[in-house]
């Protein structure tokens, strides 16, 4: 009986031990960006959201790998993952946003950009927020016939994603996310808590407005009844 032969065991780590981003503007934009994609599609089963994420696109090859910023993959379930195997999900990402600087060029419109189109990812942003070295700071990709033809800006040099029916916008040093068919913009991480503190306050003034009208209320009916007007 012919021996079986025993299968190598791949190890696909989960971190290289490098820092997530290079500056704190690019770590706001990333978490953003996420923020905002996994609550527009908090309520679709089948669109996974997530960023800095190793995706091992080779079975058996570990070196085979990349590491998107923004990475948005429809038809398959929501979870967490450690890394993202391509063939075990099954699908590739159809959006990737990279959040660029000088000394990530090389490598994110060479290659990453291959091999984004290589694996078939149906849309490649990207976004240079201090403006290191892309011409417009925001330039976007969409795959005809298998390769990547550049996407023309709106008028105000935003660009729009078919994928998720959300235009890109720039707004001063940051990336924000607008809702093609309402025109409504997708809150930052900070704007949310800026609003959430605002209900806040309206709910508590609207409690305590309560209170005195109450207050008012019992006033007027001890007045009443000292007249004699009421039981």
């Keep these: 009986m012919a021996a079986i032969p025993l299968q190598r065991y791949v190890e696909y780590p989960e971190s ?22 996994k609550r527009r599609y908090q309520d679709v089963a089948d669109v996974y959201v997530a ?6 696109y080779v079975q058996g090859d570990p070196r085979s790998v990349v590491a998107p910023d923004v990475f948005l993959v429809k038809g398959v379930p929501k979870g967490p993952r450690g890394v993202y195997k391509l063939w075990i999900e099954g699908r590739a990402p159809s959006l ?12 994110d ?28 700071r925001l330039q976007g990709f969409r795959l005809a016939a298998g390769r990547y ?10 660009l729009d994603s078919r994928t998720t029916g959300l235009t890109l916008k720039v707004e001063g040093d940051n990336l924000r996310l607008v809702d093609i068919r309402t025109g409504e913009p997708l809150l930052w991480v900070d704007e949310l808590g ?4 605002q209900s806040e306050a309206r ?10 009208l109450e207050e008012e209320l019992d006033r007027l009916r001890r007045v009443l009844k000292q007249a004699g007007l009421t039981d």
Aim: proline share 7%.
């Design 16 to 37: 290289d031990g490098q820092p997530m981003a290079e500056s704190d503007l690019h770590i706001k934009e990333m978490l953003d960006l996420i923020a905002a994609l």
């Design 51 to 56: 960023g800095n994420l190793f995706l091992y």
């Design 194 to 197: 800026d609003r959430l503190r």
């Design 109 to 136: 419109t060479n290659r990453k950009k291959a091999c984004y189109e290589r694996l078939g990812v149906e849309e490649y942003f990207l976004h240079d927020p201090t403006g290191d070295y892309l011409t417009p």
């Design 96 to 107: 990737v946003v990279e959040i660029t600087s000088n000394s990530t060029r090389v490598e």
């Design 149 to 158: 033809q550049p996407l023309r800006p709106n008028p105000d040099g935003s």
């Design 203 to 212: 709910h508590s003034a609207a409690q305590e407005r309560a209170e005195q």
